[in-house]
């Protein structure tokens, strides 16, 4: 089984930064895409960042510029750096890891969840 833990959420102002970690732990051969989502209620869990195990990244257009995903392999952690925090950024972020338990298997696993609240 493989657990996904978020950390770093929290409350800023509107032009402030925070920084969201998601550590994987478990036992798999391999993680292979990460990426960070969020939601708010009443509307579809969005993707806002993915990022490749060869660290090629994509972004949704609303924060193209402001977040920046990372990822440490060697610690199994994502990272987003979120900066020029706006108050339609404020949501529960979700991390995601498309994980081969095996070279044959693959699974899809989410984090529990983080709040972001920005304030204007």
């Known amino acids: 089984q493989v657990r996904l833990v978020e950390s770093g959420g929290g409350l800023e102002q509107a032009g402030g930064s925070l920084r969201l970690s998601c550590a994987a732990s478990g036992s798999f051969f391999r993680i292979n895409a990460m990426g960070w989502y969020r939601q708010t209620p009443g509307k579809q869990r969005e993707l806002v960042a993915i990022?490749?195990?060869?660290?090629?990244?994509n972004y949704a257009d609303s924060v193209k510029g402001r977040f920046t995903i990372s990822r440490d392999n060697a610690k199994n952690t994502v990272y987003l750096q979120m900066n020029s925090l706006k108050p339609e950024d404020t949501a529960d972020y979700y991390c995601n890891a498309l994980v081969s338990l095996t070279s044959w298997r693959t699974e899809d696993y989410w984090g529990q969840g983080t709040q972001v609240t920005v304030s204007s």
């Open positions: 990022i490749t195990s060869g660290a090629s990244t």
